[in-house]
């Protein structure tokens, strides 16, 4: 799949694009659903899919103190959506010159010269241009006007609701860990670098993988049941993610993870955790004991949850 990197990294390229346009945070089952049919476009018309994404996104230049959690970085969303057949990805920096360009000029900009697009697929509800005066109508005449095709994107259900990023969110706040997979299509993961840590878990016994975050807000906290999967390998643990109430710290999140059948040096190594279950908020505790006491009996839920399911 190819990056490119803002609309002047475009203009070498010579063919025309199928393409979509959004946030595409968490890659879920309706994004999936989009991107097959972005597919059959592309495979009907010749021509490469590509996806049009935002950075940051639009509600987080807009209001970053009160934007909501991110369910998945841009290395992780890449990621996803080259695992979905994407042929090109379309990043643009979100940023006053773009917020100010009007509907007219988001179109000839982007889709016409950049893109020299063929055929659009996005949701009957999408807004663009200054003051959101581009809408789904709107992008129809527009192709009418200059060549190119418009879709209504697919809208996916589960259980009589609409899947969105949005309600992924809602189910991993409230700890619904198999309602948020059923919604995504896997197990919610984050990812990241093993970093050097204070080491205080490995004094109390349970030595702790600490995953770097990047200063992300996660969207869900507390202590998990989880797998961890290390080159080509998978492996069942607990983790905690949250801010360590009872240790002294820097107040950002941390996501800390201990693997129950591990042994190795993983600092420096990039690590996938996949969250299955949750077994209990993050809490305060009077002392190290009562952390400590508390910890051993997450491990402990954890072996026997994990009693007779092999590791592959």
Not at 52 to 57: D, H, N
Not at 60 to 75: I, V
Not at 124 to 152: C, I, K, M, P, T
Not at 207 to 224: D, E, Y
């Amino acid at each position: 799949m190819q990056l490119v990197r803002g609309l002047h990294n475009l203009l070498p390229l010579t063919q025309g694009c199928v393409a979509t346009i959004g946030n595409f945070d968490g890659v879920h089952r309706g994004h999936q659903a989009i991107l097959a049919r972005l597919r059959e476009r592309s495979i009907e018309l010749g021509v490469p899919s590509c996806v049009v994404i935002f950075e940051p996104q639009p509600r987080e230049f807009f209001a970053p103190d009160t934007a909501p959690a991110r369910l998945t970085r841009l290395r992780e969303k890449l990621e996803l959506l080259a695992a979905q057949g994407v042929d090109r990805v379309l990043c643009l920096a979100f940023n006053r010159r773009l917020r100010e360009l009007s509907a007219d000029e988001f179109v000839r900009q982007v889709l016409v010269e950049g893109l020299r697009i063929k055929h659009l697929e996005v949701g009957d509800d999408f807004r663009f241009g200054a003051g959101r005066s581009g809408d789904f109508d709107f992008l129809v005449q527009a192709g009418v006007q200059q060549g190119f095709s418009v879709e209504a994107a697919l809208t996916v259900e589960l259980d009589g609701e609409r899947i969105s990023s949005t309600r992924v969110r809602q189910a991993l706040q409230a700890g619904e860990l198999e309602l948020a997979e059923r919604l995504l299509g896997r197990p919610y993961a984050l990812a990241g670098r093993v970093l050097h840590g204070q080491k205080l878990a490995r004094q109390l016994g349970t030595p702790t993988a600490n995953v770097q975050l990047k200063r992300r807000k996660p969207p869900l906290r507390g202590v998990f049941l989880v797998s961890a999967l290390h080159e080509g390998h998978r492996f069942h643990g607990v983790a905690n993610i949250g801010q360590r109430p009872t240790v002294a710290g820097d107040g950002s999140p941390h996501l800390e993870v201990h693997l129950l059948e591990f042994a190795g040096d993983l600092y420096g190594q990039r690590l996938t955790v996949e969250f299955h279950h949750k077994l209990r908020d993050e809490q305060r505790f009077a002392s190290l004991e009562a952390l400590k006491t508390a910890i051993d009996a997450d491990v402990a839920a954890a072996r026997a949850y994990w009693l007779g399911q092999p590791l592959d």
